[in-house]
């Protein structure tokens, strides 16, 4: 689980030839996440070509898809490892240290070289792997938004791309506005059952306004959380509401990427002082690791003492709760007829997934093969419409002829292309 597997190198090699704070308020975060819908209860029949009735379902076979939960952890994992170790350069001095209560010791130096997305809050729930790379230029140097409200990366959030890129997040979006990182919080602000706690303690005196050290630890004897924190495994995750010092309260989580190392007394009971957890995060603070400017951290330890202490909370994600990977079903409606396409004013469609979709990605060419509009729309969610994705020339400004229109959808599990036709304008 600990080391780069050839999935996270196949992604690094395919970038090099293409090219945490408090919790955010709902009401803050940009939300593409058009619709949840549940997991696939059966795997779905792929239509024999891709749609050119509009209309089209997408199974198993159009797609690599892991055959244990064990692999989607694995997966998970790799992707969380790929996020950490992008390359970047800062074009200018980087200063977020007054931008937030969390942030007071971020700082990027113009011209130093960065490995892992840029520490960002507000751009909920971060971007993924694929469109960072897109504010890369040549020489890696970043070209997106330098305003810290407007910058390109992720947070200690970021498992949650992780997860929904892995396939541990099935049937669930992954923003901010469909579920939380407590499982009182999404019950008292009637969010989607997306988390599980890890464990039987006692979590119903949970209150975002106060430590979790407080409202959780304060309501249980130790060894119940100790007990959870042993039956943590990889792709699970942790989590703290704690006191800043100017009296905000944060929240911070951690990926958890090996299984619990426990150490029991004579007596059966966990010693809390030898078990440990290894986790990794991203931190809103530049680091030096081996060498290299990052705001990542792999393969962290921690000892359920300090955990404790901490009020370190053991979760995990529902859909990880499951002994077999959910099918993929993937559906295209709504696409503008071949016959009409010519004269649609935008694009039309609805691409819907029971796994995450990363990126819709639009492509016309004339009758030589050559590209003449393309486009592309990262939603981040289980519903995407094709209206979303920006053409570099609209279908009603090309020149009479005969053209090809080509649509993909990207889940976690790879490319699909789910319209595919001619078309006369």
């Not at 969390?102 to 520490?119: F, M």
């Not at 499951?322 to 649609?344: C, H, Q, W």
């Amino acid at each position: 689980m600990k080391n780069i597997t050839l999935f996270l190198l196949s992604i690094l090699l395919a970038l090099a030839l293409s090219a945490c704070g408090t919790n955010t308020p709902a009401a803050d975060a940009e939300s593409t996440d058009a619709e949840s819908t549940e997991s696939a209860a059966a795997e779905s029949v792929e239509t024999a070509s891709p749609s050119a009735s509009g209309n089209g379902t997408f199974g198993n076979d159009s797609f690599d898809v892991p055959k244990t939960m064990d692999e989607v952890r694995a997966r998970t994992i790799d992707y969380f490892n790929a996020l950490s170790a992008v390359k970047w350069i800062a074009p200018e001095t980087m200063d977020y240290r007054d931008d937030c209560p969390w942030t007071t010791k971020l700082v990027y130096d113009k011209n130093q070289t960065y490995y892992g997305l840029p520490y960002s809050t507000y751009i909920q729930p971060g971007v993924g792997l694929e469109e960072f790379t897109d504010y890369l230029d040549a020489k890696s140097v970043y070209t997106g938004p330098l305003e810290y409200k407007k910058l390109i990366g992720g947070d200690c959030g970021s498992p949650r791309r992780a997860w929904a890129y892995g396939g541990a997040l099935c049937g669930y979006g992954m923003t901010y506005d469909v579920w939380e990182y407590f499982v009182g919080q999404n019950i008292k602000e009637n969010k989607q059952p997306v988390i599980v706690k890890v464990g039987d303690y006692d979590d119903s005196h949970f209150d975002e306004k106060i430590p979790t050290f407080e409202c959780i630890m304060g309501h249980n004897e130790a060894e119940a959380l100790y007990e959870g924190y042993a039956k943590l495994k990889a792709c699970d995750f942790i989590g703290h509401r704690f006191k800043l010092s100017g009296g905000t309260i944060a929240q911070h989580i951690q990926l958890i990427v090996d299984d619990a190392t426990v150490y029991r007394l004579g007596n059966g009971k966990i010693a809390p002082s030898k078990s440990y957890l290894t986790y990794s995060e991203q931190t809103s603070t530049v680091h030096t690791v081996d060498g290299k400017k990052t705001t990542w951290l792999l393969n962290q330890q921690i000892s359920f003492t300090d955990l404790y202490s901490k009020g370190y909370i053991p979760m995990s994600i529902v859909s990880l709760q499951t002994e077999t990977v959910t099918p993929v079903e993937m559906t295209v409606t709504g696409l503008s007829k071949p016959e009409n396409f010519g004269t649609s004013p935008v694009l039309k469609g609805t691409v819907k997934c029971n796994y995450n979709i990363f990126k819709l990605e639009a492509v016309i060419t004339d009758k030589d093969g050559n590209t003449v509009s393309s486009g592309k729309y990262y939603p981040y969610g289980l519903s995407a419409l094709a209206s979303e994705i920006e053409l570099s020339m609209p279908v009603k400004e090309l020149p009479a002829g005969d053209y090809h229109f080509k649509l993909n959808a990207v889940i976690g599990f790879g490319e699909k292309t789910v319209a595919n036709f001619d078309f006369k304008k």
